[in-house]
């Protein structure tokens, strides 16, 4: 069974950074690529970022280029997103999403339940 | 960058048909992949590619796409149907990924 499991959420201070990680099982991780979409509470879902399978091309949403970084370790079968300078707007439950193909531009196919980011002085 | 547009909300009884509409110029030449999620769960792919059901999807879901509008629609609609579901596109002019503002679906 394919499974995705956020880690790295909690309450940080605007302007400061964190480190969220995905570990996935269940699925020969490098031949996909994959995802970070993000969810304000009570709102619509937000893509963030995406990275293809070896790591190639990345992508990154207007509201967070600059700021956020998406990578990925493929021998510990790992998805991470490095945010820096955040900002009380990128308070989200943040999921990790998993591709249906290797290149960026298909479907989110395996998403995981989600950590919650809460920017806050 | 690319706009997708869905109604806010949908309600029907038991055993009627949803139709759920995502609009987008000439979405009808993009590849329309639709999402359900159910309150305090994660989003989970219904339909991809506009018309086709990933495994373990009931047949009760179906797709279409052309012009500016793609549609899901969900037959004989139960209780477990209620959920908010999304419409996604990948916009290649600009390398984004694009949801709709998500359509909540309440079955009366």
């Known amino acids: 069974e394919e499974q995705l499991v956020e880690s790295g959420g909690g309450l940080v201070q605007p302007g400061r950074s964190l480190r969220l990680s995905c570990a996935a099982s269940?699925?020969?991780?490098?031949?996909?690529?994959m995802h970070w979409v993000r969810q304000a509470p009570g709102k619509g879902l937000d893509w963030v970022s995406s990275?293809?399978?070896?790591?190639?091309?990345?992508a990154y949403a207007d509201s967070v280029k600059g700021r956020f970084t998406i990578s990925r370790d493929n021998a510990k079968n790992s998805l991470y997103l490095q945010m820096n300078s955040l900002r009380a707007e990128d308070t989200a439950f943040y999921y990790c999403a998993k591709d249906s193909g290797s290149l960026l531009g298909t479907s989110l196919n395996s998403w995981g339940h989600g950590t919650l980011v809460t920017v806050s002085s | 960058s690319y706009v997708l547009t869905q109604p806010p909300s949908v309600s029907l009884a038991p055993g009627q048909t949803a139709s759920i509409t995502c609009g987008g110029k000439?979405?009808?030449?993009?590849?329309v992949h639709w999402y359900q999620q159910k309150p305090g769960q994660a989003p989970v792919l219904v339909i991809h590619y506009a018309t086709d059901r990933p495994s373990g999807i009931p047949e009760r879901f179906s797709g279409s796409n052309s012009g500016d509008t793609a549609t899901l629609t969900i037959s004989r609609v139960e209780a477990g149907d209620e959920a908010d579901y999304y419409c996604?596109?990948?916009?290649?002019?600009?390398?984004?990924?694009?949801f709709g503002p998500g359509t909540k679906v309440t079955v009366l």
């Open positions: 996604q596109v990948w916009d290649s002019s600009s390398d984004h990924y694009v």
């Open positions: 269940g699925f020969t991780f490098y031949d996909y690529a």
């Open positions: 000439n979405i009808g030449s993009e590849s």
């Open positions: 990275i293809d399978w070896n790591s190639d091309n990345t």
